[in-house]
């Protein structure tokens, strides 16, 4: 058993920057649950995303940055929760190709298997 604490914001940092990764290995499956609602997305604060569509497009690379991130550490799907429909979660899930089945977004992995 492996336990860490690790601030899922860091994986939208710019390439190139070090990000602390606490984890080892990949795993099979990444349930994603209502951290996404607290990310400022590229130094947005999420009230402001809320509110502000443009402001939301204008995050779009950091949030793909993050979620290409997410499935380089799974193997199989990145399962998310549909953030009771949140503005800022579905506009990024959409625009990122997730699939929506039954209440949770899915996202094929990209780690080796």
Request: hydrophobic share 45%; with cysteine.
């Amino acid at each position: 058993c492996h336990v860490a604490q690790f601030d899922v914001g860091r994986f939208q940092a710019p390439e190139g920057e070090a990000v602390p990764y606490a984890f080892p290995g990949t795993f099979d499956y990444v349930l994603v649950e209502d951290v996404l609602y607290y990310i400022a997305w590229g130094g947005w604060p999420p009230f402001v995303l809320r509110i502000c569509e443009p402001c939301r497009r204008m995050a779009l690379t950091h949030q793909k940055r993050w979620l290409d991130r997410v499935k380089a550490l799974t193997r199989r799907k990145v399962v998310i929760s549909a953030h009771q429909e949140n503005p800022i979660v579905v506009d990024m899930l959409r625009a990122l190709g997730a699939t929506q089945h039954y209440g949770v977004y899915l996202v094929d992995g990209t780690a080796p298997a």
